[in-house]
């Protein structure tokens, strides 16, 4: 039998857990204070290092200004450079992981009138399209402010995106309801989940 002091380590354990608990549930229900948030979004990795370049595909962009703009190292930080749309003002984005990772926040920025205004997220699904996108519920779905657009992050459903392979990102319209859509900067904001990197031991195997 547990003797006074064990119970009362045990009890504070699960005080602390049940208060920690409730600090993460107030913050994705809007009612947490900006200093945790913060705190929450400190812990955060920019989860850059873990796309697959090599299967990143952008529906509907203009060629000139390709997805690369937005979503890579160097080009994103140019503020001349910008992922625009092509036909319309619609965009599609694939983007698969190396790792599976846990999604916390999303940073959209674009410019005051062409950037991106209702934005809808898909976790794990592939080969989604302009005319099949609608039949999928979002994980997610966003409502672009001025302040997103100018860096400010948007906390995503926790719960909705704790085993992410793959995330597409459906850009459905833009603030002003212009042709075109443009999108500065896309950062992604998470942690990895603690698994194999299965592309990796594949090229272990094959050596």
């Known amino acids: 039998m547990e003797n006074t002091s064990q119970r009362n380590r045990r009890q504070n354990q699960e005080k602390r857990l049940f208060y920690g608990v409730l600090r993460i549930t107030r913050s994705f229900s809007g009612t947490m204070s900006t200093e945790s948030t913060s705190a929450i979004l ?45 036909a319309d003002e619609q965009l599609l984005i694939y983007i698969p992981f190396t790792q599976v990772i846990k999604l916390h926040s999303i940073v959209i920025k674009g410019p005051e009138e062409e950037g991106p205004q209702t934005v809808k997220l898909y976790t794990n699904k592939e080969h989604m399209g302009f005319s099949n ?43 002003s309801g212009s042709d075109v859509t443009k999108v500065q900067k896309i950062i992604l904001q998470g942690t990895t989940v603690e698994t194999t990197d299965m592309k990796g031991l594949k090229k272990i195997e094959d050596h």
């Open 133 to 175: 996108v609608s039949d999928f519920p979002p994980s997610d779905s966003l409502t672009l402010s001025p302040e997103n657009l100018q860096g400010k992050p948007v906390v995503l459903k926790y719960v909705k995106f704790q085993n992410v392979r793959s995330l597409t990102i459906f850009i459905e319209d833009n603030q």
């Open 42 to 86: 400190r812990n955060q990795v920019d989860l850059l290092d873990f796309i697959d370049w090599t299967g990143v595909e952008c529906l509907n962009q203009n060629t000139s200004h390709p997805c690369p703009n937005a979503l890579k190292q160097g080009y994103r930080e140019d503020e001349g450079l910008n992922l625009e749309s092509d």
